[in-house]
């Protein structure tokens, strides 16, 4: 078993970023043209879910946070539209390093040659610290993220773009899901990955509770393949088990792999069988009442229209 108290890393401020503040949409930017029946349909159901008070849960992969759409997820949280927000591990790194240096997103191709790939001090050093600091005082993993970066401003200037900062204040629900070896502070010396499964584990309960009260509300889930659908998944189970209903509910999944006929039935055969989201989110879900969707295309295309769909209609 190798020792990571060996790995070497070297400051963020040292590292070529590729994603930076500027790159960030805002609500009041124009908004891409888009047509599709499916999105309306969706932003529909959200909108009449949130008027009769039943949630709308949010998970998304990181490419969410990469692809500059903060500023409209911040802007929801702040307006009650969505009532929980969750994503994989990286989410949260993006979402982190954003807050600290303003930028994000590095080149991998070439730090994945020297081995310096996720190595940047910073970012393993603070995160890894805030989860442990969580963990001990019984914070789930996105809880402990929100509340370090709100107890030090100082280390944080741009902690207004930060969705688990803001949710943290909002007090709205925010989960991270965390797959271990999977993202790049697992690879500091300082990752204690007791902490990362406690505080992951207790997210996952927290989900388990609003997936539990999901009946006539909604779930989308925003380019996530394998984490959004499987922790989907088993959350429904759960709740079902425990004897909650939830049977009428809307799923939705926004990727840009196209689906043809996403709710005919596909063998094993057919490579859209091993697409997690079809069968997980879509359709299996859905089966005692509910309706599934997919929306194929970029999310600085499709997340805008649907944010503005939305806000018009609920202010």
């Not at 790995?7 to 400051?11: A, K, L, N, S």
């Not at 191709?109 to 040659?113: D, L, S, V, Y």
């Not at 944080?156 to 902690?159: M, S």
């Given at each position: ?5 060996q ?5 963020l401020?040292?590292?070529r970023?590729l994603?930076?503040?500027?790159d960030l949409?805002a ?9 599709s029946?499916?999105l309306e ?8 879910a949130?008027?009769a008070?039943?949630?709308v ?22 307006r009650?539209i969505i009532?929980?927000i ?22 991998v ?5 020297d ?15 805030a ?8 914070l789930?993993?996105g809880a ?10 100082n280390l944080?200037?741009?902690?207004e ?7 943290y ?13 999977t ?6 010396p ?5 902490a990362?499964?406690?505080a ?5 309960r ?12 909604v ?9 959004g659908?499987?922790v ?13 209903k ?24 057919e490579p ?5 989201p079809r ?10 009442g509910?309706?599934?969707y997919?929306?194929t ?5 499709t ?13």
């Open positions: 078993m190798l020792d990571f108290s790995v070497h890393t070297y400051p401020a040292e590292r970023n994603v930076h503040l500027a949409i609500p009041e930017d124009p908004v891409p043209s888009y047509d029946p499916e349909q969706i932003a529909a159901r959200v909108i009449a949130r008027r008070g039943s949630p849960i949010w998970m998304m992969g990181a490419h969410v946070i990469k692809s500059g759409l903060s500023l409209l997820l911040i802007d929801m949280l702040r009650g009532t929980h969750a994503g994989n591990g990286a989410t949260s790194i993006h979402d982190f390093e954003l807050a600290l240096i303003g930028a994000t997103s590095e080149d191709a070439t730090g994945i040659e081995g310096t790939f996720g190595m940047a001090e910073e970012t393993g050093a603070l995160m890894n610290r989860i442990r600091e969580g963990a001990r005082d019984g789930g993993y402990a993220i929100g509340r370090f970066i709100n107890d030090n401003p944080f200037p741009h902690r773009v930060s969705v688990l900062y803001n949710a204040t909002l007090g709205v629900p925010a989960t991270i899901h965390v797959t271990i070896g993202d790049i502070i697992h690879q500091h300082t990752a204690d990955f007791g990362i499964g406690v992951s584990g207790l997210d996952f927290l989900f388990v509770g609003s997936v539990s009260k999901l009946e006539g509300g779930f989308l889930n925003f380019g996530s393949a394998v984490t659908p499987e989907f998944l088993k959350a429904l189970t759960i709740a079902r088990n425990l004897g909650y939830v049977a009428h509910i809307t799923t939705a999944n926004f990727d840009l792999r196209p689906l043809v006929d996403y709710h005919k039935p596909v063998s094993a055969e859209d069988y091993y697409y997690r069968k997980n989110i879509i359709n299996r879900p859905t089966s005692l509910g309706q599934g997919h929306v295309g970029d999310h600085r295309v997340i805008p229209n649907f944010y503005h769909r939305v806000v018009e209609e609920l202010g």
